[in-house]
């Protein structure tokens, strides 16, 4: 992929105030607009250690669905009223720093804000001449490292071995079968729509893929896509969808619990089948992970990921919507499927 850089569009006469979006309230089942809010807010005066930003690309990912409700989790909940935080790549206006100058492109955990006064510890710079930009919030980013520390570290591949993914053409999951065929999976996807589940195989590279949402009998189309059984599942998904597995793990088989995006928006406790006869009959385990868990791995596996990309062995697919008032449409849109790889916001 050919990258021309980026030019600035920032007016700085405009910067001290911004607009921001908030959270107005804590959805009850599916997110919806009206659980959103934009405001009109000031930026504080810029102090020594300090940057002005100007957002240029916002993440829009389904775990911010759990920060969104109170109940207690690895991470703390937004507060009502207070703007939403996600991974925002964000080019630096003015800089009272040394460690950042004018015209630097930074990532960060950041505010739903045009324009933001933010510390820069915990901000890192980017390179707009290596990579497009966005590709830091997504194949060179925390969905990348989902996806390597994830197979790698628990699911323990084995080349010859059978890999099965659901949210096959997600941001993650479109990553985890690309590598699953670099060390020499048979590799399985599982996606909603026929276009998904052509795309598995034409531009990732999977064997075979499943459109759970024609599919009457997901045991059944399982057991025909992977015929020697299951030995890794990354799930993505939970739900009914992850229960049609269990019925075809083999045995020592890893499962991944990467994510659960299809009980993320039940108002009550799902209800599923009992998982242990499946792992006790077949000496498999299943490992929930969070991929800080694997921080002090993470530049090794960036570079890694940016090294098969540069060989042509990745492919970064991304769905980019554009302006800063559809950020909260993009974020519904997860639930909906209306992504093909990573969701991201152009500013
Ligand atoms: P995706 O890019 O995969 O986007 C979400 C996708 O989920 C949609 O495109 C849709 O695809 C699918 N989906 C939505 N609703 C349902 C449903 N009810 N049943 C089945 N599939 C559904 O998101 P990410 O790749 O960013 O994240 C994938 C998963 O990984 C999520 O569960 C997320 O929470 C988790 N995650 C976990 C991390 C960790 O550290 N453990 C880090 C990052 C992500 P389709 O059309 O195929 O239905």
């Known amino acids: 992929m050919k990258w021309l850089g980026t030019v600035s569009k920032f007016n700085l006469k405009d910067m001290n105030t911004t607009k921001t979006i908030n959270l107005k309230s804590r959805p009850k089942g599916t997110p919806a607009l009206t659980d959103f809010d934009f405001t009109i807010s000031e930026n504080s005066e810029l102090q020594e250690g300090e940057v002005l930003l100007g957002t240029k690309y916002v993440s829009v990912d389904p775990y911010l669905r759990g920060r969104m409700s109170d109940a207690p989790s690895y991470i703390e909940p937004f507060q009502l009223n207070k703007p939403i935080v996600s991974g925002i790549i964000a080019e630096v206006l003015v800089s009272k720093s040394t460690k ?23 901000l890192k710079k980017v390179a707009a001449d290596k990579a497009p930009l966005s590709a830091y919030l997504g194949i060179l980013g925390m969905t990348g490292l989902t996806a390597f520390q994830g197979l790698r570290e628990i699911g323990k591949p084995k080349k010859g071995e059978t890999l099965l993914v659901s949210g096959a053409a997600g941001a993650v999951g ?8 670099i060390l020499g999976l048979r590799v399985v996807g599982i996606a909603g729509t026929d276009e998904k589940v052509e795309m598995l195989t034409s531009e990732f590279g999977f064997d075979e893929g499943i459109n759970y949402n024609t599919t009457e009998n997901m045991v059944e189309a399982i ?25 075809n793990i083999n045995k020592f088989s890893r499962t991944i619990n990467c994510g659960a995006i299809s009980v993320y928006n039940n108002t ?16 498999s385990s299943m490992q929930g992970f969070i991929v800080s868990d694997f921080a002090d791995k993470h530049a090794e596996g960036i570079k890694q990921l940016a090294e098969w990309l540069q060989q042509g062995k990745l492919h970064a697919t991304e769905t980019i919507k554009e302006g800063f008032d559809n950020i909260p449409q993009a974020f519904l849109d997860l639930f909906e499927g209306k992504n093909k790889g990573k969701m991201v916001v152009k500013i």
């Open 100 to 122: 950042f100058s004018k015209g630097d492109n930074v990532i960060g955990s950041l505010q739903w804000k045009e324009t933001q006064v933010a510390k820069v510890d915990g």
């Open 268 to 283: 009550e406790q799902p209800i599923g089948i009992s998982v242990q006869p499946f792992l006790v009959k077949n000496s």
């Open 174 to 181: 479109s990553v985890v079968g690309q590598i699953g065929k």
């Open 223 to 247: 057991k025909k896509a992977c015929p020697n059984g299951v030995d890794i599942y990354f799930d993505n998904v939970g739900g009914e969808i992850s229960d049609a597995v269990l019925f």
